[in-house]
């Protein structure tokens, strides 16, 4: 019902991650950028171990329970902001981890945030984050975790933002691609996030190889893209994939990326009218970003969402804060 009452622009004021309100629609802002690699990224909730750290562990029950205590943590967080009216940066029911990029450069400068470099240990470990987040309720999430980033994201920093990695196929299957499978596959993962980088001569965001074929079509994921913060602009300007930036946002959606963190996506009212990107594309896009706010109980009364609802006291509490020492 919300769906079929938006316009156009109403549609591509909800593909960026401060996505507006729509009064008339009684729609509230929402901002779906929120962080959680080792706890929820406020102050005043669990601070956990590194997650190069946590990888050593080898315990995927830890983890599977960490991921369950910043969940929590985060449902506290997002309604003490929604108690003060506000729907701003880190407060949201959207959280971008766990990072199961595989290490296999040190100049890269987010090492520290991944579990390693083994593919196999990586993959187990975010399955028991992804599953510990988002909670075992039919109907609710607990919260959406993200993986990121999609994929074949190392190397010296400077290049992320422009550099196209040649990788065979096999290399993709075998180092890659596992963690992401199983995320998705087992893990269930609600949302992914695509990179900056190129995969062999498309851009992370708007790679059809990786987004449509292997994301939606081998692996089955129903639930919404989400771009690296800025890799839409990337496409065109860093990749030179895409002649501007309206072009560049109608190639990631076309390709299956629904939300972006950035402003780009506000180019798509245009892009649609000049014919770069079907409508359809759009409402596909919308659908799955309104139904993810749908599975968090956005909509509903809160008595009726068994996440909600969460006393204060149960944020940073002793049990959490003893298995962050252990």
Known sequence: DLFAHMTLAEKASQLVNGARAIPSLHIPSYNWWSESLHGVAVNGTTEFPEPIGLGATFDPAAIHQMGKDISLEGRVVHEKAIAKGKST???GLDFW?????IVRDPRWGRGQETYGEDPFLTAHMAVAFV???QGNNPKYYRVIST????DAYDGPEPLRHFVDEDISKHDLEDTYLPAFRAAIVKGHAGSIMCSYN???GQPACANQFLLEKTLRQSWGFKGY???????????FRGHHYAPSLMAA???????G?????????????DAVKKGLVPVADIDAAVTKLVLARFSRGMFDPGGAVPYSRRPVSESNTPAHVELARM
């Not at 981890?97 to 990029?101: E, G, S, V």
């Not at 993986?147 to 999609?150: D, G, N, Q």
């Open 131 to 133: 599953t510990g987040m």
């Open 257 to 269: 990326c629904d939300l972006t963190c950035g402003d780009e996506f506000t180019t798509l009212n």
């Open 249 to 255: 946002s109608a190639d990631a959606v076309k390709a």
């Open 97 to 101: 981890a766990p990072n199961i990029n």
């Open 225 to 235: 893209v989400v771009s690296d913060c800025g890799a839409i602009g990337d496409i």
């Open 147 to 150: 993986p990121k980033h999609f």
């Open 198 to 200: 190129a995969v062999n």
């Open 89 to 91: 940066i880190f407060h």
